[in-house]
């Protein structure tokens, strides 16, 4: 049986963009829960900063996660955020199970 993957995605806008994430994030999120294996699709804002972002993902398998990431909605969403994003976000792989 594969092992869950979980991810934090950060993310920067440029300033004064935040809301542009949020209004992206917001259309996206009921396609992205409705994937075969997505466990959770999370958007955080960073307190006192409402430019920065975390995303926190978790897929069934890392299958389910390739088949996102090569979903045609998401291709789309990556391309569009790039008018709002500071940068590409930086992706974080969390290991399977906590440290303590």
């Known amino acids: 049986m594969s092992q869950p993957v979980q991810l934090l995605v ?3 806008t ?3 963009r935040g809301p ?3 209004e992206a994030y917001e259309r996206l999120v009921p ?3 409705a994937e075969e294996g997505c466990l959770r699709y999370d958007l955080h804002g960073v307190s006192g900063d409402p430019d920065r972002f975390v995303l926190i993902e ?3 398998s890392q299958a389910a996660l390739a088949a996102h ?3 045609p909605h ?3 969403s ?3 955020c790039a008018a709002f994003r500071a940068g590409p976000a930086e992706v974080v792989r969390l290991d399977a199970d906590p440290l303590a």
């Open 69 to 71: 990431d090569a979903a």
């Open 20 to 22: 542009e994430q949020v």
């Open 10 to 12: 950060l993310i920067t």
């Open 74 to 76: 998401m291709v789309e």
């Open 58 to 60: 978790r897929w069934a």
């Open 31 to 33: 396609v992205v829960r």
């Open 14 to 16: 440029l300033p004064g």
């Open 78 to 80: 990556d391309a569009a």
